[in-house]
């Protein structure tokens, strides 16, 4: 009921920024929460930030705190992460996802959301 698309991504130099975007449509009423994730090859799918889309509080993963931003756009439909001061170690496929209501589900885990995009591949040169 909720598609997601996912742009933005591409190669950076270390300290370098990327804005990565979200757009979403279909019944994007039903959205309580978006976040991000990322997934490097052969390893789990891991939290990066996450906003309540009615009140915009948000949840950070620490190593992303203060270097991250996520940001939503009501009007567009559309959420935002603003990577800044990155480090190859952010090198990964990044991944939009939305959830329905109620809260009290997860936002920090994979099975917490309902929808997710296709992933944009973020790669960080030393």
């Known amino acids: 009921q909720v598609q997601l698309v996912e742009s933005g991504g591409g190669l950076v130099q270390a300290g370098g920024s990327l804005r990565l975007s979200c757009a979403a449509s279909g019944r994007t009423y039903s959205i309580y929460s978006m976040g991000w994730f990322r997934q490097a090859p052969g390893k789990e799918r891991e939290f990066v930030a996450a906003i309540t889309w009615s009140s915009g509080s948000t949840n950070y993963a620490d190593t992303m705190k203060g270097r991250f931003i996520i940001i939503r756009n009501n009007a567009k439909n559309t959420l935002y992460l603003q990577m800044n001061s990155l480090k190859p170690e952010d090198t990964a496929i990044y991944y939009c996802?939305?959830?329905?209501?109620?809260?009290?589900?997860?936002?920090?885990?994979?099975?917490?959301?309902?929808?997710w995009g296709q992933g944009t591949q973020v790669t960080v040169s030393s």
């Open positions: 996802a939305a959830r329905n209501g109620p809260a009290g589900r997860s936002t920090w885990a994979v099975s917490g959301y309902d929808y």
